[in-house]
């Protein structure tokens, strides 16, 4: 069943970022970041995370769970820390993806030649 | 006068995209990618006994891996001007636009090509992330306390 739901999430976030970028003029870039904001947002009231209890790895595959991530990260630490806490956690739970993001880009970078 | 019969030739030769058959298409590929993703924190998390929060971990560092191969081998760029948003949107994005960047201006050096232009697409993601979930945080924050 969660496999469903992960379909159906997942999905309905990428048709939406391609209606935006088939009827507007915003390009692909525009659309990410504008998903990361909403990301963000929706972690505020705790909605993402039951978007995540509901859809699984379905909702933490698009880019949204990024900014919700970062949010859950800022204010997990927030907790813990206080105001300095907001600038403590950002990266505690992305800085995987983008560690990884860059090391495996950079050696590839290395190895590979650019086609066009 | 001009103007306009240029512009109707310009739409009458550009070819028209089909808009619904976009949607679609990116409503399947970006399940496709969530199904995946789901499959693999199940994979993961049987296979090695890992709680799920690490396991989530995992996979978003295979799916990074794997679209960062597949950059480099040339043929992801095909894929995403078929699937579109079906790939932009999730996790796969994000590295493909590293790892386009980083392959682009290799030959402008190490540091100053590489270094300086890796992020080039997908440092905006990181900074509105930043700057949106810390400005999301404090009004958190300061509701909590008044």
């Known amino acids: 069943m969660i496999y469903l739901n992960a379909f159906l999430f997942a999905g ?31 972690d505020v009231f705790n909605i993402y995370d039951k978007i995540v209890l509901w859809a699984g790895g379905g909702a933490l595959v698009p880019i949204t769970s990024f900014g919700h991530l970062i949010t859950h990260g800022s204010l997990a630490a927030a907790d813990q820390y206080g105001i300095m806490g907001l600038l403590i956690g950002p990266f505690d739970l992305t800085s995987a993806g983008i560690s990884a993001a860059i090391i495996i880009s950079f050696i590839f970078a290395l190895i590979f030649k650019p086609r066009d | ?120 697409l997908s440092g905006a993601v990181v900074i509105f992330g930043v700057v949106s979930a810390y400005v999301f945080s404090l009004i958190r924050m300061l509701l909590g306390v008044i």
């Open chain 2, 1 to 120: 006068m001009e103007k306009n019969k240029y512009k109707q030739i310009v739409d009458k030769v550009s070819p028209k995209e089909d808009k619904l058959y976009n949607a679609i298409i990116a409503f399947l590929i970006g399940g496709l990618m969530g199904i995946i993703g789901q499959f693999l924190i199940e994979f993961y998390s049987y296979k090695f006994g890992i709680p799920t929060k690490e396991a989530t971990v995992c996979m978003i560092v295979t799916l990074i891996f794997f679209s960062c191969l597949f950059t480099s081998l040339g043929f992801f760029d095909k894929l995403v001007s078929f699937a579109k948003c079906g790939l932009i949107i999730p996790i796969t994005g994000f590295a493909h636009a590293t790892q386009s960047a980083a392959l682009e201006y290799k030959k402008e050096g190490l540091v100053t090509g590489i270094g300086a232009n890796m992020l080039k």
């Open chain 1, 12 to 42: 309905f976030v990428c048709m939406i970022g391609q209606l935006i970028l088939d009827n507007t003029k915003l390009t692909p870039g525009h659309i990410t970041c504008l998903f990361v904001v909403i990301g963000a947002f929706l």
